[in-house]
């Protein structure tokens, strides 16, 4: 339990930092050697949050052939 009750310190005081967290399964685009990134969190900078919904979605994941 207090390794949850950690966790969710730690993603609260990233959100205070240079860097913003998103929650929810997303993917990234299929590579030329057919491999993506996914994830359930996933920590943006903040200079980067304009573009991330772009290239890293739930979309994408449904593309990759992922299920749910």
Request: charged letters at 25%.
């Amino acid at each position: 339990m207090k390794q949850i009750i950690y966790l969710l310190i730690l993603l609260f005081l990233t959100n205070c930092s240079t860097h913003t967290v998103k929650l929810g399964k997303k993917c990234t685009k299929l590579a030329a050697d057919n491999t993506y990134e996914k994830s359930l969190i996933w920590l943006i900078d903040k200079k980067n949050i304009e573009t991330f919904d772009q290239k890293i979605n739930k979309k994408n994941c449904e593309i990759n052939g992922e299920n749910g």
